[in-house]
């Protein structure tokens, strides 16, 4: 470490207050609790570049920032930076101080001001936390550009599936005479009229069919014995909750079989289906890939299908009947048959339909997996640099050249 760095604590480097009860809801402003981002106010009681600290409870430890004025409640610790000290660089440095293994009380855990005041830091010289923040910043906003990328991605194709093949936009336009507000050519595959179905009013012409007629349930597997020393990128339950899809995985480390997972697919767990993990693998890894024998491998029969055969899997229905069918001995346990999933139905439209929204929504598809595993990679990156930066370990220019070496 370099001896211009500053032995001190952090209540000499940041004013640290409780916040106050929540205000009246409205406004422009945003409401921080120990969670984050809970509502707007019109109020403020803190300024720009504020760090949040869960004070108490499930959240107590947690960190949040924020680059405008807000309000920040009783739930949490304020802090702002005194003279000499950058904020978004002491926000960095208390995501390395683990304020989750400080909270006290046996019961109702609690994060005071004195534990957190109390804790012994390094402080590199100001331009030196100025040029460390910015660093960790510019990868940070990356990180949150591609996160909003893939939300309004994801919204779009999302929005489309619904007018089409749930509310029946089109077909309901066209049948009270008003226009569809789409091109000619897409507004006549659409018919003008319904018909009964098991699943009520349908657009007539369109059918009722069930996942299976849609796509294929894999099980090709992988198993302790013949996986040897290969490095495999394992997809499991825990790694999808934890949002660190994949992790990775050492042959000889599997304790059972696992499913092979190959290009083309997209897996659905069968495990507490009321909270549905839906998951594309990547393809852009070297390593092959298995999944937990928790997930069903969904390899759409007609390839162009893939992402309708998605959306439908998503949609609100099916979810809801894979709920109604599970079966287990707790609400955290249950399972949904792979028999019972693959026979749920669904409102099957044209093939033309079908060929239609897929090749409008496959390029929002793959640019969000772009730019899925690109996040990833993100933040090992900012994960891996944190600590060493922070530490002094790793000097600014050569971070700088890292980052270079990137493309960032």
């Known amino acids: 470490m370099n001896s211009e760095w500053k032995h001190t604590t952090i209540?000499?480097?940041?004013?640290?207050?409780?916040?106050?009860?929540?205000?009246?809801?409205?406004?422009?402003?945003?409401?921080f609790g120990s969670n984050g981002v809970i509502g707007s106010c019109q109020e403020e009681n803190s300024p720009a570049d504020t760090i949040i600290i869960g004070r108490v409870g499930t959240y107590c430890g947690?960190?949040?920032?924020?680059?405008?004025?807000?309000?920040?409640?009783?739930?949490?610790?304020?802090?702002?930076?005194?003279?000499?000290?950058?904020?978004?660089?002491?926000?960095?440095?208390?995501?390395?101080?683990?304020?989750?293994?400080?909270?006290?009380?046996?019961?109702?855990?609690?994060?005071?001001?004195?534990?957190?005041?109390?804790?012994e830091v390094s402080i590199p010289p100001y331009p030196q936390q100025i040029a460390i923040a910015h660093i960790l910043g510019t990868l940070d906003d990356k990180i949150e550009l591609n996160r909003k990328t893939n939300e309004t991605l994801e919204g779009i194709a999302k929005a489309l599936f619904k007018s089409w093949f749930v509310d029946f936009d089109p077909v309901r336009a066209k049948a009270e005479g008003r226009p569809t507000g789409l091109p000619d050519e897409i507004s006549e595959l659409f018919p003008d009229s319904f018909e009964e179905s098991e699943l009520g009013d349908i657009p007539s012409g369109w059918s009722v069919a069930e996942i299976g007629d849609l796509l294929d349930l894999e099980r090709d597997s992988v198993t302790p014995s013949d996986s040897g020393e290969e490095i495999f990128d394992h997809y499991s339950?825990?790694?999808?909750?934890?949002?660190?899809?994949?992790?990775?995985?050492?042959?000889?480390?599997?304790?059972?079989?696992?499913?092979?997972?190959?290009?083309?697919?997209?897996?659905?767990?069968?495990?507490?289906?009321?909270?549905?993990?839906?998951?594309?693998?990547?393809?852009?890894?070297?390593?092959?890939?298995?999944?937990?024998?928790?997930?069903?491998?969904?390899?759409?029969?007609?390839?162009?299908?893939?992402?309708?055969?998605?959306?439908?899997?998503?949609?609100?229905?099916?979810?809801?009947?894979?709920?109604?069918?599970?079966?287990?001995?707790?609400?955290?346990?249950?399972?949904?048959?792979?028999?019972?999933?693959?026979?749920?139905?669904?409102?099957?439209?044209?093939?033309?339909?079908?060929?239609?929204?897929?090749?409008?929504?496959?390029?929002?598809?793959?640019?969000?997996?772009?730019?899925?595993?690109?996040?990833?990679?993100?933040?090992?990156?900012?994960?891996?640099?944190?600590?060493?930066?922070?530490?002094?370990?790793?000097?600014?220019?050569?971070a700088e050249k890292m980052l270079e070496a990137v493309g960032i």
């Not at 940041?14 to 009860?21: A, C, D, E, I, V």
């Not at 920032?65 to 660089?89: E, H, M, Y």
């Not at 002491?90 to 046996?106: E, H, I, P, Q, V």
């Open 237 to 398: 339950i825990p790694a999808f909750d934890e949002g660190l899809m994949p992790s990775l995985e050492a042959g000889q480390s599997i304790k059972s079989n696992k499913y092979l997972v190959t290009d083309g697919v997209f897996m659905v767990s069968k495990l507490n289906p009321r909270f549905p993990r839906i998951w594309v693998p990547s393809k852009y890894t070297s390593r092959r890939r298995i999944c937990s024998t928790e997930f069903l491998v969904c390899r759409p029969k007609v390839k162009i299908d893939t992402p309708f055969a998605l959306h439908v899997t998503k949609s609100r229905s099916v979810v809801q009947q894979m709920s109604d069918l599970a079966s287990g001995t707790s609400n955290s346990h249950q399972r949904v048959r792979p028999a019972d999933f693959v026979g749920l139905p669904f409102v099957k439209p044209s093939s033309a339909l079908v060929e239609l929204f897929s090749e409008m929504v496959g390029p929002m598809l793959e640019k969000h997996l772009l730019t899925r595993d690109e996040n990833q990679a993100l933040s090992k990156s900012r994960d891996t640099l944190l600590p060493r930066l922070i530490s002094g370990e790793l000097r600014v220019p050569d």
């Open 62 to 119: 947690s960190l949040h920032f924020s680059d405008q004025r807000c309000w920040v409640t009783d739930n949490a610790i304020k802090a702002l930076p005194r003279n000499g000290f950058d904020g978004r660089f002491l926000f960095n440095l208390l995501k390395t101080c683990d304020l989750a293994r400080l909270r006290a009380g046996s019961g109702q855990p609690l994060l005071n001001q004195s534990i957190v005041g109390g804790i």
């Open 11 to 31: 209540g000499e480097c940041l004013h640290l207050s409780n916040g106050k009860s929540r205000p009246t809801d409205g406004g422009s402003l945003n409401v």
